[in-house]
């Protein structure tokens, strides 16, 4: 038997040796490391002024010595011994005072900031509600849009329409969505009407909410006509409005026909299910008043004898969101052509699915089935201001891990197409990640963008029991590059997973806090979490951890040591995305949850306490490299993660701080990340 280990030596995408390297030479450069005659410079201006109530990083009282946690970063000043005992020297009546208007200054200095911090944001940066309070207003392009809950449907175009009048009723019925709500899709013929079974009923929409209701959709319009036909044609514009009619081209749609009585009335249609597999369809209960309510499904139908697979069911568009969706959780004969109809329903090859699809159309593809080596393609993916991250995450923009599974979906998507899994027929392959390296080239506000993802299959290896690709790409927002990396993805066999031994030859290797064993403090991230006015907080669907023990000045640079344990509980959100009848925490996810525990360090450490209007971002110009080598379960019992501060970088807007991670699942380290950056700085006015 081959064993593949789930190492890869040979097959390291990472460069490990090319790393090591580099980290090595950036412990001993001046960024990382001062010299000591400097050290003990700074060391000893520090305890100057501490000694005469001066110090300007701390406001205890000059007879208290400073908790570890609020002096500045150790990478940057390192105390003395003899500069620590001189902060505990009794200090005379002059420096009492001194001490004690420095530290009135600076409390009323504290409380002003807030104050005008405050303002600002109410007036200027109104925060995300809360994606599980209501639905999105009027226009997602809106400062106070309503973050979606993750697991809502995502249209495949949006309108800014939210009401009909006759008129714009009659011109559905004549096939003018796109003119009526004002969208596009390139290449469909878009034939689909309003009321082509029987005559137009409804006479004005007065509200279409798409998050309205139970959270997946609400209409409400009035009628004079038959109940049933109003119902139906209800549930028609909540279909039109959503453009799911445009997966299809020349779609029509279909309903259950039916009469009950006609009357004059208003009826409520709230969308209780809406979904693109395994047609695009709409189902929900139309109320009307004295009238029992009626379930109601309308589905998209394509032309009687057309063809909805690859490339057939839009013209000179390969894939779109309907075959994404087939893929991630439906028919992968639609998905992907006949030869993949063996994969469906049984645990394969598959996108993520719900609010971790994150990759919506392939525009063009070069290369073929069985041309393993050498494609090059490009996808699109539309990343609403309502979606679901931007509301839960702390950064300013796009969260670190959508980066990520953006772009790497779409690198798996084609080189899956291309057929390695096809070359072992009847065994069963897992798709897994197993690292790469990144590089934000500018930071650019995502919100209501599409992004253009260009990637190319570099390669194929096929092995007995397992196939490793490599590919490259690059994220483009308005025709220019924002996000660059590498990365390879391997196909296992059950046999080959079963064998998997981590990073370190399937030795337990120790944590550096097991190494060297301390005391902790900890930050309670939990609690801070369940302050509804705490800033600069991932919560609900991004609550990745709920606790944080930290050595100050620990790790193995010397400079802070975060350690964080959770527990896997088998319902966690996740599974039932990632993916499809084969279960795993998404490793974006873990590298996010690390993320996490360097801006909750960051914000206990102070360093937004001096920025009007702190937020985090992903720095430009740092790469971040990642291996994988091992997958965390629904049956394991815990995450744990260490993150070892590695440099501090102050500039004249904020803070950056570049750390190195590891991540364990019981007895066994199987992340690995290196050069993990996070930005915290102040806001500023984009157009």
Known sequence: MTVIEFDGVPFDPVGTAAVRGTSAAMHESPAVRESPAVRESLAMRQGQAAHEGLATHQTPASNETPRAHELPAVREVAISTAAAQARTQTPGPLTEIRSGVVA??????????????????????PQVPASDQGHSGPSISSARVTAAPEWTFKPPVRTTRTSLDRAAL??????????????RRAGVESVARLAAAGPLVLTEVVAIELRGGTGNGRLVAHFDGDTRAAAVQAAEVFALFTGMQLCLSRSTLVSEPGMTESRTGTVEFVVSEIDLVPRPHVTGTATIADT?????????????GAGVGLGAAVPGLLLNEFHMTHLARGDQAIAMGPEFAEYTDVRATRLPTGGLLLVDRVLEFDGARGKLDGATYRTEYDSPADSWYYGDTANESMPHFVYMETSLQAALLMGYYAGPTLTQPGVTLSLRNLGGTATVLRQVDLRDKTIEQTSRLLSTTILPGSSLQNFDYTLSVDGAPFYTGETMFGYFSDEALANQTGLDAGRSVPTWLDEHPQATRTIDVAARRADPNAGLCARRTL?????????????????????????IDASDWYFARHFHLDPVIPGSLGVESVIHAVQEWMLDAGFADTIGDPVFR??????FSWRYRGQFLPTDATVRLEAHIKEIRRGANGVTVIADGSLWKPGLRIYELVDLAIELGEREERP
């Open 104 to 125: 009135a200054h600076r409390a009323a200095l504290t409380a002003q900031v807030a104050l005008q911090r405050a303002i600002w944001r109410r007036t200027v940066h």
């Open 170 to 183: 009659a011109r559905l019925t004549e096939g003018d969505a796109a003119g009526v709500f004002g969208y």
């Open 292 to 304: 029992a309510p009626l379930r109601v499904t309308v589905t998209v139908a394509e032309p009687t």
């Open 543 to 567: 609550a990745l951890i709920d606790r944080i023990d930290v050595v100050d000045g620990g790790g193995k640079y010397g400079a802070g040591y975060l350690h964080s344990l959770r527990e």
């Open 618 to 623: 992903i720095p430009s110009d740092i790469a």
